[in-house]
């Protein structure tokens, strides 16, 4: 890893557990045992830092916003694949979600939080338009809700957490049975997701 990429890993891990508006360069340098104007060489300012940290989170949702158009025809066959790259997305960038979730409220005005807000935005939005019924958008909101905040709040807390791999098959299973007739939820079908 480069200098810019430690001080990014750094920086996301710090910011998740003790808030953006709690941290300060001094001590993201301090964590990667450099100086504060080597931090301030490779990013200009904190907000500078946030938007590097997020930037691989919320490119990754965008991808999977892209995708959602493309599986208009058949959403049953559509929705495991779907679910399952979203519940990896989301465990692959716990930290970015920890640190939306808990942070955004405060953070509303800076940039990288704002694009965030918009790609929530455009899940929902996409969502709405996509849903075969209310009862199935309610369903699926309340799971992809659900998960971002489990995985956000999992960094916050300090009780002990399922292994990774046991919580990615729980997430993914609870969200297809949210999200799919009872009948596309069997064993079969739901080992097909990890095949």
């Known amino acids: 890893m ?26 993201i340098a ?9 931090v301030l060489y490779h990013f200009d300012s904190k907000e500078a830092l946030l938007e590097a940290a997020m930037a691989p989170a919320l490119d990754a949702l965008t991808q999977i916003i892209d995708s959602l158009p493309g599986l208009r025809d058949d959403k049953v066959a559509a929705a495991p694949a779907l679910v399952t790259g979203f519940v990896d997305t989301l465990l692959q960038h716990s930290a970015a979600v920890a640190i939306f979730i808990s942070q955004r409220g405060a953070l509303q005005d800076v940039p990288v939080i704002q694009r965030g807000n918009e790609l929530v935005d455009a899940i929902a939005g996409t969502l709405i338009a996509e849903a075969p019924s209310t009862r199935a958008l309610t369903r699926l909101s309340i799971g992809l809700a659900g998960v971002a905040f489990i995985l956000g709040e999992a960094l916050q807390d300090t009780r002990d957490h399922p292994d990774p791999a046991e919580m990615r098959e729980v997430l993914i299973e609870t969200l297809l049975e949210l999200c799919l007739p009872a009948a596309a939820c069997t064993p079969a079908a739901l080992q097909e997701v990890d095949a």
């Open 30 to 38: 301090a964590d990667v045992g450099t100086s504060k104007s080597s």
């Open 2 to 27: 480069t200098t810019r990429d430690t001080l990014v890993q750094a920086a996301l891990e710090r910011f998740a557990r003790y808030g953006y508006l709690g941290s300060s360069i001094q001590q």
